[in-house]
């Protein structure tokens, strides 16, 4: 299986952030859409993620399949695209890829295989 047919099928991934006192934070998150290197979450703006996405918007992804055989580990860019009151859409523009396959071999993605 591609890294791109891989983030195809996931539903949920973990983005890390820094918090406001500097230290690391990660949450899961459900995937709304995946095309071309770019996920979309939905989230309140009010969460520790979001307000430190506005803040600082490099965030690292990390998500696996169920049986924990794949995985993908990715540095992107985040950024609120669709704001309401209170709940922002979330884009993520990956930059930086790693793909673990059933193998357990962890390998760099060129960016056009996502």
Do not use: C
């Not at 979001?50 to 696996?64: H, K, L």
């Amino acid at each position: 299986m591609s890294p791109k047919e891989f983030l195809s099928q996931l539903t949920v991934m973990t983005i890390a952030v820094i918090d406001e006192e500097g230290k690391p934070w990660a949450v899961p998150v459900k995937i709304q859409t995946y095309q071309n290197g770019e996920i979309t979450w939905v989230s309140k703006t009010t969460t520790v993620h979001s307000r430190a996405i506005e803040r600082s918007p490099e965030i690292m992804i990390n998500a696996f399949d169920e049986a924990g055989m794949r995985a993908i580990y990715a540095r992107a860019m985040a950024e609120k695209t669709l704001p309401t009151p209170g709940v922002g859409t979330y884009r993520a523009r990956i930059f930086e890829a790693w793909y673990t396959d059933a193998t357990h071999k962890k390998s760099p993605v060129d960016m056009e295989d996502l």
